[in-house]
C-alpha cells in the first residue's frame, strides 16, 4: 500500500486534526458536571465545527468505564458522519482486544459506506483495563488478545472470504463478512510510546499513531525512527506509512495563561481516570520549544508544531483539547482560533516545495 492507500493526502502539508476520549467529568473550576446527553451532543458539534473549520481528521475514543460516555463509539462516529461533509473520521482508539474483529468491521464498513469514505481505524490494546472483566475477558491475556485480533482485523480489511483459526476466537471457514467497504479501510496500530510497539506496528507493515502526552521530542524521534528502520528492516518502504501523533493540545493569549487555563482540568481529569494526576512540574516544562506539549500562545504553538514536524516528518497531528470537563465556548474558540491562525501558517510551511 502506499501512502495514498491510507487516505493521506499531504500536498496541503500537515493533516491537522482533533481527538476526543469521549470523557465525562466534573469541571474543576465550576464543580458542575454535564448531562451524559449534553456531552454526547457536544462532541457531535465539535466534529461539525472542525469540518466547518476545514480540520482534516477527528476521531472518537472507547473507554468502558465510568467517567466516560462513549462506549459506543462507533455510534457517535456513525452520527458525526451525517452532519459532516468533508473531515476524515476515526477511532482513537477503537479497543480491538476486548472486540470482535467482525463487528468492529462491519460497523466501520457501514459508516465508511454512509460517509462517503471517510472512515479510518486506530486500533489500540487499552491503557484503562477495567473493561476487560466488564466485557467478559482475561487481562492476563491482554498481548495475546490484541496481536491475535489486530492480524485478524487486517485479514478481514483485505479478504472479503475470510478462513481462520486462533486462540482467542471461534474458528471462521470461508466467512463472507459484510458490507465491503469500496476501498479497504485505513489501519492504524495505536502506540503508547514505546520503541517496542513500534517495532511490532513495523513488523506488521501498519501506519502508527503515536501518543504523546507529554516530554522531550528527542524521546518520541527515537520511537518514529525506531518504526522506519524496522519497517526498512522487514522489507517494507518507510514512505509508504503515514506516522500520526497526539497529544495535548489549547491555545490562549499567552503560554502562562494557556497553561494556567488547561492544568485543573487535565490534572483532575487524570486523577479521576487513571488514579494518578499530572505533576506540575512536569507540565510546567511543556513550555519549552522541545516538549511536544501543544498548550501556549498560537505564535508559539504554531513554532512547535513547526518544529515537531521538522523533526518527525510526520504526516498528521490531533490534538486533545476536551480532556477533563472543559467547558464548551473554550473549545469553540479554540477550533476558530486552529482555522483562522494556525491551520494557514503550519499549511504553508509544511506544504511539498513544490506546492508552494
Do not use: C
Amino acid at each position: 500500500m502506499s501512502m495514498h492507500d491510507y487516505r493521506i493526502n499531504n500536498k496541503n502539508g500537515l493533516e491537522f486534526g482533533i481527538y476526543t476520549l469521549g470523557d465525562h467529568l466534573m469541571n474543576p473550576e465550576t464543580g458542575k458536571k454535564i448531562s451524559a446527553k449534553q456531552r454526547l451532543k457536544e462532541i457531535i458539534e465539535l466534529a461539525k465545527l472542525s469540518d466547518e473549520a476545514g480540520l482534516d481528521f477527528f476521531s472518537v475514543g472507547e473507554s468502558h468505564q465510568e467517567g466516560f460516555v462513549t462506549q459506543a463509539h462507533t455510534t457517535v462516529l456513525s452520527a458525526i458522519s451525517q452532519v459532516t461533509k468533508q473531515i476524515k473520521l476515526g477511532s482513537s482508539a477503537t479497543i480491538i482486544s476486548t472486540s470482535d474483529p467482525v463487528r468492529v468491521y462491519e460497523d466501520f464498513a457501514t459508516i465508511d459506506l454512509i460517509s462517503n469514505n471517510r472512515v479510518e481505524i486506530i486500533a489500540g490494546r487499552a491503557s484503562r483495563i477495567g473493561l476487560f472483566e466488564l466485557l467478559g475477558y482475561d487481562v492476563s491475556d491482554y498481548e495475546g488478545l490484541f496481536e491475535e485480533k489486530f492480524a485478524l482485523l487486517n485479514q478481514i480489511n483485505n479478504e472479503a472470504y475470510v478462513t481462520f483459526e486462533g486462540q482467542y476466537r471461534p474458528k471462521l471457514h470461508h466467512a463472507h463478512v459484510l458490507p465491503r467497504s469500496e476501498n479497504p479501510l485505513p489501519i492504524w496500530r495505536a502506540v503508547g510510546g514505546t520503541s517496542a510497539s513500534a517495532i511490532k506496528a513495523a513488523r506488521h507493515g501498519v501506519p502508527m499513531h503515536l501518543a504523546m502526552l507529554g516530554g522531550p521530542v528527542s524521546t518520541f524521534k527515537s520511537v518514529i525512527q525506531t518504526y522506519r528502520e524496522t519497517l526498512h528492516q522487514s522489507g517494507f518502504d518507510p514512505t509508504h506509512y503515514p506516522v500520526g501523533t497526539a497529544g495535548f493540545f489549547h491555545v490562549a493569549k499567552t503560554t502562562t495563561q494557556a497553561q494556567k487555563e488547561m492544568y485543573s482540568y487535565i490534572n483532575e481529569g487524570m486523577k479521576r481516570t487513571n488514579g494518578q494526576g499530572f505533576s506540575k512540574q512536569a507540565f510546567a516544562h511543556g513550555k519549552d520549544k522541545h516538549n511536544v506539549m501543544n498548550i501556549g500562545s498560537v505564535e508559539e504553538v504554531i513554532e512547535k508544531l513547526l518544529y515537531q514536524h521538522d523533526v518527525f516528518k510526520h504526516q498528521r497531528y490531533i490534538g486533545q483539547m476536551d480532556f477533563g470537563g472543559v467547558p464548551f465556548n473554550q473549545l469553540m474558540r479554540n477550533i476558530d482560533i486552529i482555522g483562522e491562525k494556525i491551520l494557514p501558517k503550519i499549511r504553508q510551511y509544511t506544504r511539498p516545495k513544490e506546492e508552494n
